[in-house]
Nanobody, 124 residues
């Protein structure tokens, strides 16, 4: 069964850190571009960070540059989003996604598979 299972969300204080994990099963992440997205209450889902196949390039939203890092562990078939210096405005449901034909870190791009989402809440 093809799945992306997310974990690592939770409640943290402003300035704290969290690492989100997205474990793939039924396929290899090595053949896909990967991305992280988030959706805050009342807001549209937006791209946070995406990286192309083979880690040729990575894209970060301006709001998270210097604080978040996207990565992939081929041996574990898992993708990660390391989030540092968290701010209350980072509060959202975070989703992972993968694509075999990545061109844009946008929800309007036809991503192949999505994770179930994990809640990140940052208190002030």
């Amino acid at each position: 069964q093809v799945q992306l299972v997310e974990s690592g969300g939770g409640l943290v204080q402003s300035g704290g850190s969290l690492t989100l994990s997205c474990a793939a099963s039924g396929f290899s992440l090595g053949h896909y571009a990967i991305g992280w997205f988030r959706q805050a209450p009342g807001e549209e889902r937006e791209g946070v960070s995406c990286i192309s196949f083979g880690a040729i390039s990575a894209w970060y939203a301006d709001s998270v540059k210097g604080r978040f890092t996207i990565s992939r562990d081929s041996a574990e078939n898992t993708m990660y989003l390391q989030m540092n210096t968290l701010k209350p405005e980072d509060t959202a449901v975070y989703y992972c996604a993968v694509s075999r034909a990545y061109t844009s870190c946008s929800v309007h791009f036809p991503w192949d598979y999505w994770g179930q989402g994990t809640q990140v809440t940052v208190s002030s």
